[in-house]
């Protein structure tokens, strides 16, 4: 290695003269303000792995704002992944985790749009780097995939009197949203570095990535750092956590963790300690951590927001799948049919495709009610503020789970990403990969230009006032009127009262 570094200082002029990903023998380098980083390659596709957009938040850093890294001339390789965010579910998970990673073509020139992944997980797990999320398929289109880490549960959420902050405005939670914003400064800043177009970055997630991307939009200091944003199976009309209700809960873990300490700090005690805290309310409520409205970062609920039209007005791809369960917070079929305020018949009629047993009908009220129909909600407010709105709901279900039919929660991520063959992505079928190809070309496409159309794709309607949408089911893709709009008509009149 040492040799392979003595040539790369040889470029070092070379790339400060030059700005974008230059190359070095079979290796791409990149020059960033926190040192000089050497990438790796793999077919087509170089990548950098585990780049430090802020400082560690250890010690005195903890539950505070996110600092940027030092600077840096130092060369470092960018091999491999960062550790996740502290977990319950990952035992190798650090608080050295504000990492983020990228993906474009070799020998590329730029500058190239950025897609930008947020990850989902109800913001107490997940991670950027899992293999489901390699960005190598989405770069071989053409532009640049980035995926990043951010605090997740208490670390990222947490709200507590005695957590006095100096800096950010003076908000005192909502941590985890801060390293998101701080991770897209970071992306603006180092665009160029990597071959990337700083005016040209869309972001997309699913599930709490989507939450998070709304409220990107929605958020003032965010707002001029992308220009685009795709969200995926968003649960728009969910209420968020008030200041006083996430204190009582952040009063409640304190308690946990200090039971049998003498002494206690939040900020220098045993991460195991506050883990374990965390993990014994994630059992008691799984609710227990996320964004909260604090005044500051974040200024109302979701659809509330989009509502009063105070969201970016840019072009968004939003939609949901036709099965929505399988996630964390999914609630159980008796609780959601006591939710559904009509009889066990009325919602067989309501859904007649179904066998009408009652699990089946109320995983389908579920999806609806917590996606389908906030989907068309949000979609109707952006596309009246003028900017341009494509929604879809994707029913796919690869080939070998047709059978069995699990929780659809996220389905759609394996044919964005295009991996096969690792955990939580099985190998795909031709049909399946065909499905893949499309709509991983219409989120690329959308990427590049703000419109998903192109070449032979079939045509996806705007949004607009007539509720168009593009349906991707194991039959065909095709666009068009909205087949369920009777049954979401009548959800959004019971929301509407709620």
């Known amino acids: 290695m040492r040799p392979l570094l003595a040539l790369v200082a040889a470029f070092v002029a070379f790339a400060c003269d030059n700005p974008g990903v230059a190359q070095v023998g079979q290796f791409p380098f990149a020059l960033t303000r926190e040192g000089q980083m050497l990438g790796g390659v793999e077919g087509d596709i170089s990548s950098f792995k585990g780049l430090s957009y802020a400082m560690a938040p250890i010690g005195p850093l903890r539950w505070r704002a996110p600092q940027d890294a030092p600077e840096s001339s130092e060369m470092r390789t960018a091999y491999d992944y960062g550790p996740a965010c502290l977990q319950p579910q990952i035992a190798q998970a650090s608080e050295h985790c504000l990492t983020l990673n990228v993906f474009r073509p070799f020998g590329v020139d730029g500058p190239l749009p950025i897609m930008v992944f947020i990850h989902g997980g109800d913001f107490v797990n997940g991670t950027a780097n899992d293999p489901l999320f390699d960005g ?21 959420w947490l709200v507590h009197p005695s957590l006095a902050e100096e800096a950010s405005g003076g908000t005192t939670a909502n941590y985890g949203l801060m390293d998101q914003i701080a991770a897209l400064q970071w992306i603006h800043d180092n665009a160029a570095a990597f071959g990337g177009d700083p005016g040209n970055v869309t972001l997309f997630g699913s599930g709490a990535g989507a939450t998070s991307i709304a409220l990107l939009m929605l958020c003032e200091r965010s707002r001029d750092l992308f220009q685009k944003a795709i969200l995926q199976s968003l649960p728009g009309r969910e209420r968020l956590r008030s200041r006083e209700a996430a204190q009582i809960v952040g009063k409640e873990f304190v308690d946990v963790a200090v039971r049998d300490q003498k002494e206690f700090d939040l900020r220098t005690a045993d991460p195991r300690l506050l883990l374990k805290a965390e993990k014994l309310l994630l059992a008691k409520s799984p609710r227990s951590f996320g964004p909260v409205v604090d005044g500051v970062l974040v200024t109302s609920d979701i659809a509330a927001g989009f509502g009063a039209g105070r969201q970016s007005r840019i072009p968004l791809i939003i939609g949901s799948n036709d099965d929505e369960t399988g996630s964390d917070n999914e609630p159980d079929a008796k609780k959601e049919l006591g939710l559904a305020g009509a009889s066990t018949d009325a919602l067989r009629q309501l859904y007649p495709e179904t066998s009408g047993e009652p699990a089946e009908l109320a995983a389908r009220l579920y999806t609806d009610r917590i996606f389908t129909e906030p989907a068309r909600l949000l979609a109707r407010l ?50 399946d990969r065909e499905v893949g190809r499309a709509l991983r070309s219409y989120w690329i496409n959308f990427a590049k230009t703000g419109d998903p159309n192109g070449g032979d794709l079939p045509h996806w309607d705007t949004n607009g006032d007539r509720d168009q949408l593009l349906l991707i089911a194991n039959e065909r893709i095709s666009g068009g009127a909205d087949p369920w709009s009777e049954r979401l008509d009548r959800l959004e009149r019971r929301s509407s009262k709620e």
């Open 136 to 156: 190598a398929k989405l770069a071989q289109g053409g532009l640049i995939a980035i995926t990043l880490n951010y605090r997740l549960g208490a670390f990222g």
């Open 382 to 431: 952006h596309a009246a503020s003028g900017a341009p709105t494509f929604r879809y709901r994707f029913g796919y279900v690869p080939e070998a789970e047709r059978a069995s039919r699990e929780g659809g929660h996220e389905r759609e991520l394996q044919f964005i990403f295009g991996v096969e063959g690792v955990p939580g992505a099985g190998v795909l079928s031709r049909r």
